[in-house]
């Protein structure tokens, strides 16, 4: 399928970097007038995006995901820092800059339910400026794309969420922009469409079409096949950057050894191994399976199954990885689940009064 040509002007600079936030500090102040207090949502956030990356935004509930996109997307204006789109700055060139950005944003109602997918679709373009031959080109396109030709004149009302989160990709794209922030795409999606999404992301959005993303997600899994970096964000600080296969390799940790033989050995010598952390053994029908956890697992295979295989019969040997989440929790010293939305500051205090 060929994609029809956008009609916006020629990106920006052709060597600055997809997005580069840098220092991002916004502010929020909540509760009643003289009990008025100031938490930072999102607090001193850097860091930057190269072209054609997917680019994963991770942290616990509360930690500034959804702020710090909303201020890239210019919903939001930050107290301080700077955000650049391509070289240019999204306050100072805004309408440049939103003509590059596509935005999917989670929990809020983004379309008209009375309306049909079609309909929405052309209310959007509309606003995107695109119109006659070369907006019903774009749709067509779109919904063909997204596996929607079946359902486009039918009321949104009576999609599945699944079917609904397609016509909101539909939309976020729909001016064919270079970036595209996705909060938590999948959230709320049975494993179908969440798998659906996911391919659509990677292979049409990333690899096929070369835009760059930056998504959010809880699901480390998901977090885990598709970016090529993930920035960890907490309490509204950027706690590092790196890839996935990077995380797991340096961040301290152990690996589980479990080795199944048949009968019931001596294995006495295997749980006394150099680097051996902890060791059990269990008999079960027949079958012991020892389980050996040390930093590497590696270190220990080749001798335990020497020792093991004297006399008894190996059935099989597993190795368990540390997990993105395992990362997580080590890297934001929080569990999954967990909820660290800020209290408001005790301290109190204006908000910075540079930034834009
Ligand atoms: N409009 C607002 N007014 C006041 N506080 C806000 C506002 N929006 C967000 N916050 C607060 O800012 C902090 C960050 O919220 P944000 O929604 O950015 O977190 P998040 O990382 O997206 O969380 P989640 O994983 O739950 O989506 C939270 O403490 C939240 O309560
Ligand atoms: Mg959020």
Known sequence: MTEPGSTLEPAGREDAAALECRDVVKTFKRGRRLRRKTMKAVDGASFSIRKGELFGLLGPNGAGKTTLVRCIATLLIPDAGSIRILGRDVFKDSLWC???????????????????????LNFFAALYGLSGKERDKRIDYLVELLGLKEVENERL???????????????????????????EPSLGLDPQFARFIRQFIREELNQRLGKTILITTHYMDEADELCNRIAFISRGKIVDV???????????HTEVLEIRVQGQPDTRPVETLPGVERASAEFKDGVTTVKLV????????????????TGSKILGVDVKQPTLEDVFLYVTGTSLGADTTEKPDEAGGRPGADGH
């Open 98 to 120: 939103r003509q590059r950005i596509g935005l999917l944003t989670s929990g809020e109602r983004t379309l008209y339910w009375k309306l049909s997918a079609r309909a929405n």
């Open 157 to 183: 009302e009576r999609y599945s969420s699944g079917m609904k989160q397609k016509v909101s990709v539909a939309r976020a794209i729909l001016h064919d922009p270079d970036l595209i922030l996705l909060d």
């Open 294 to 309: 040390l930093p590497r697992a590696e270190t220990a295979l080749a001798d335990a199954i020497e020792l093991l295989r």
């Open 242 to 252: 790196k890839s996935p296969a990077a995380y797991k390799r340096d961040i301290p």
